[in-house]
């Protein structure tokens, strides 16, 4: 059986499951268990991940936690970072704590480093396990962001709207968007991130972004030649002249960093993983959950 890598952003999965199953709904009014443990998310997420083992049949899994938003590298060099987010639900909050519990009982592998967000834990992990192994490496997480680390061992699994689950590869990304996935953190700088709160270009949207580093490149590119663009890019020159430094700013604040101690010092017989049925059936029954779980 060939060697392959499930890398999950967790509070990814998590909080899209908690939102699915909150919408609408009172805090007060999310289904709990006995204990009093909320459990609308749990049972989701539990779901979803025996799912992926049994479709992916991984060898090694990487469960990678965010730190708390304000120790993380970027938020402490930029105060401003994320600084649009929200409070998370009290609800949200236990079930993570839960959730972690539950997989450090039936063995799932997860890891959260000092300073670092999921993303850079998974762009490390992706980029060792590539250059280490040459075996399949997939992403679950339909944060866009992470299309950079696409290449040819490593895929995403992304959901689409009306068909579910779909795998995303390097060579998809490439018919797309006419770019290599290196490129793409390019693109996400000159746009920005209203979720995240990075400026990017103002001005300088979905329309002109793409174009403007196919036909360039990179920033970089863009810069050196800003005096001199295609005339299609007129509208966009003074836009880009005065927007350079928030073009850099942003694109240091996207590039995920995969170059993470903690994660070269990782050995992979410490992510290895073989699934316990019975194991999770006990802890399924004890957090009352009500999942049958595939074989």
Partial sequence: MSEKLLLIDGFNLLSRCYFATSYGREEADLPRNSKGLFTNALRVVVQKMNNLIKQ???THIVVAWDVKRNETKRKQAYSFYKETRN??????????????????????????VELYEADDVIGAFSLKWT????????????DRDLFQLLNEHVSQIVAKPKIGDVLYTATDFKSEYGISPTQWVDVKALLGDKSDNIPGVPGVGEKAALPLIQQYGSIEGIYAQVDDLDVTFNRYKKKLKSGQELAELSLELVKIDTDIEAVNLTEWPQLKFERNLSLWEVEINRLELNIMLQT
Wanted: hydrophobic share 30%; glycine share 2%.
């Fill in 56 to 58: 992916y049949e991984p």
């Fill in 131 to 142: 250059k280490q192994k040459q075996s399949p490496a997939y992403i679950y997480s339909n």
């Fill in 87 to 112: 409070d998370l639900p009290v609800s949200l909050i236990q079930q993570y704590e839960t959730l972690r519990t539950f997989f450090q009982t039936v063995g799932i592998p997860q890891l959260s």
